[in-house]
Every structure is written in C-alpha cells, then in structure tokens.
C-alpha cells in the first residue's frame, strides 16, 4: 500500500519571483529571457520555469494560491500571457491591509491556513528573507513549512522549484 498523499498549499507571488525585477542576460536556467505582455505591462520570465511551475501544479494533493499584489490580476492577465496554467488558482487580497502594522501576506496566509489545514505549506516570496515576522512565523510552524525567497534580479532557480516539488511530493508522515 503506498504512503499517504499530504495535502500540500503553495503560496505563490509574481513580481520578484516569476517575474523578476530588471531581468537581464540569461535565466537561472541558461536560456533567454521571455518576454510577454501581461495586458497592462511587459513582464519576463523564464520559460522553463513555468513548465516546472506547471508540472508542480499537477503534484496530487497540492493546492495553489496566489499571494501576490497582482490579486486577481494574476490568473486573468499574467497567466495567458506567460502560458501558466494558474489562471483558475484562487488568490488572496490584501483587503486594505496593506496600510496597517505587519505584512499583509502573513495575515492572508495565516487566515488561509486556518481555514483550510493544510498539512504542508510553500510560500515562495522575494521578500520572505526581510519580513522578520513572517520568519519568525515560519519557524513556529516548523518543519511543516518551506519558505523560499528568491533573488528578486533572478526569480525562481531550478534549484528552488526542485526543492518546492519535492516538499509538494513528499508523503504524509
């Protein structure tokens, strides 16, 4: 009989991490940059990467969510254009949020998360590695959560993609 299939929630941003900032020269993954209209501005990417994102998505038990401040501009404008197969993934608001004390990425999550129960998380954001309390968050959660902070110049390495694929895949222990 084979090992239990977890059920796994990625949290996923765009700008710094799908999309990187001021890309230039090659990808992480040795290709060119590719280049999409997005409906309101050109975005780059790497085309590899967005396989993999797309093979991921399929990993049983994984759920995927937008965490991004492209909200629901996400699904609806970035994913046909860059070829993402997330345009049905829900997203979360910042409701405003974005105004007040802390991050509005954590208190979204930490409601999801509340709600939904999953066994394991990815959150993969640019700007985990300055957020202390999203950190400090994470670390509380201990080993049922990967975080992974991309350089935001670069976006997702194959590196990290394989180390989120392999946490999504991992059975319920």
Do not use: H
């Amino acid at each position: 009989m084979g090992a239990a299939v977890r059920n796994v929630t990625l949290y996923l941003d765009v700008d710094g991490v799908v999309c990187p900032f001021g890309a230039t020269g090659t990808t992480p993954w040795g290709s060119g940059w590719s280049l999409a209209n997005a409906g309101m501005l050109e975005v780059s990417y790497a085309a590899e990467l967005v396989a993999g994102l797309n093979g991921l998505a399929r990993t049983p038990g994984l759920r995927c969510v937008w965490l991004t401040t492209w909200e629901d501009m996400a699904p609806q404008y970035l994913c046909p254009a860059i070829g993402l197969t997330g345009s049905r993934w829900p997203w979360l608001a910042s409701d405003g949020a974005g105004a007040g004390e802390g991050w509005w990425k954590l208190a979204a999550l930490q409601d999801d998360v509340a709600a939904t129960s999953p066994d394991g998380i990815v959150w993969i954001d640019d700007q985990l590695r300055y957020e202390r309390e999203a950190q400090a968050w994470a670390g509380f959660v201990g080993r049922r959560i990967l975080v992974i902070s991309p350089d935001p110049r670069r976006g997702i390495s194959p590196d990290e993609l394989a180390a989120a694929t392999a946490f999504a895949a991992a059975p319920l222990l």
